[in-house]
């Protein structure tokens, strides 16, 4: 059932992959003039580009070397391209169709129409080259910001906590060790007290981080408290025992519907994430079943990927959830789609006692490109009563 269910949505997300990118190369064939070569090799190479990802994905399970990286790297910036050139192109179908009712094209233009189309196609070809650069600029630029929150409970032996937190790394074939090095070099900067990491450390399949030993650079995370995360929906799509095992291999404490006592002064709570019962068939333990036996009268952390469900935290008393998982979007304009579906898409929000802070991830997925949000490192400086 489960085999089932994955191959239904890997089919309907190749249909609409497909689809776009037929569109892209019937509208792209309009300005190439008929009988010209370039005609041919446009199509091979928009085909190329389109299947890349797809078959270094699926040559990358049973080998990984520089050509399987490669078609993989030259995938993720197409899926990118892809999408500005789509909306572009599309943006541009909606003024025909609006010309065709109401013409508004001057004349200058339907006399040249074709010299016209080529332009047109030059300057959508280089607006989308220099998103799509500047995009993957953003993505090696971490933004390290900090926050101040009070906490209205009784801290004690602590008055203050220092936490550094960041989530959605997706350490893989495109997000290895030199960004989680740049991570490491801010942590060992700022000192943080503890580390939480809520979901998508690995990105899919553990292999690429067994092959170039990413969870080297994890080891050398080191704070006062220790390093603590929770799973995220890729460690299940890439396989959750392995993920865990190597995690926990590499410095990192998984909290897996459980909690722990820090210092005697402060609950860290994490969850399992809600994919368990897409991938594995199971089922996670509602947050008041794992905070049974909890003091509430002492603070209570919260870690969980996924930001659904916000007023959960609320009623159980949690004073701090840190969530991930959204990427706010990632490329403009999914971020008005993440908006939409969840309440809380990126940033800091109070509710009663309860504060929530969903962060927009420090990696990406897919294409090493951000265009609706900036990879980020949050520092909370914590003041309990």
């Known amino acids: 059932m489960k085999f089932l269910n994955f191959l239904i949505f ?4 190749l249909t609409i992959h497909s689809a776009i990118n037929y569109y892209i190369i019937r509208r792209g064939l309009e300005i190439i003039p008929l009988g010209s070569p370039l005609r041919k090799y446009f199509v ?8 890349s990802f797809v078959i270094g994905r699926i040559l990358e399970n049973f080998t990984i070397n520089i050509f399987t990286s490669s078609l993989i790297w030259i995938g993720s910036f197409w899926l990118a391209i892809m999408t500005y050139l789509f909306l572009s192109i599309l943006v541009i179908d909606l003024i025909r169709v609006v010309n065709h009712f109401i013409n508004i094209t001057p004349s200058f233009i339907t006399n040249n129409v074709n010299q016209f189309k080529q332009w047109i196609g030059i300057f959508v070809l280089g607006l989308t080259s220099v998103v799509v650069i500047t995009g993957h600029i953003n993505t090696r630029i971490i933004n390290t910001k900090e926050l101040n929150i009070k906490l209205q409970k009784d801290g004690g032996n602590l008055k203050k906590l220092r936490a550094a937190v960041f989530s959605d790394i997706h350490l893989g074939t495109i997000i290895g060790r030199k960004h989680l090095q740049k991570i490491l070099k801010i942590l060992d900067e700022k000192k943080p007290d503890i580390i939480l990491i809520p979901g998508d450390i690995i990105d899919e399949d553990i292999k690429p981080v067994l092959k170039y030993n990413i969870g080297e650079v994890l080891l050398k995370f080191k704070a006062k408290y220790g390093v603590y995360a929770v799973t995220g929906n890729h460690e299940y799509i890439g396989g959750v025992k392995n993920a865990k095992k190597y995690l926990a291999e590499h410095n990192i404490n998984l909290l897996n519907d459980e ?8 609950y860290l709570i994490g969850r399992e994430d809600r994919a368990i019962s897409q991938f594995n068939g199971g089922k996670r333990r509602e947050l008041g079943e794992i905070m049974d036996g909890i003091d509430k009268a002492k603070p209570m952390i919260l870690m969980d990927h996924q930001p659904f469900n916000l007023e959960q935290a609320e009623q159980n008393g949690i004073d701090l959830q840190l969530s991930g998982h959204t990427h706010h979007g990632q490329l403009w304009p999914f971020n008005f789609i993440t908006k939409a579906v969840y309440e809380l898409s990126w940033g800091y929000l109070q509710k009663g006692n309860t ?3 969903v962060s927009c991830g420090i990696g990406g997925w897919g294409p090493p490109v ?11 400086n914590i003041e309990f009563e």
């Open 259 to 266: 909690y722990k006592l820090i210092d005697s002064s402060f």
């Open 10 to 13: 890997f089919s309907i997300v």
């Open 355 to 357: 504060h929530y802070y």
């Open 370 to 380: 951000r265009t609706g949000s900036r990879p980020e490192l949050i520092i909370f």
């Open 44 to 51: 091979m190479i928009v085909i190329f580009l389109a299947a």
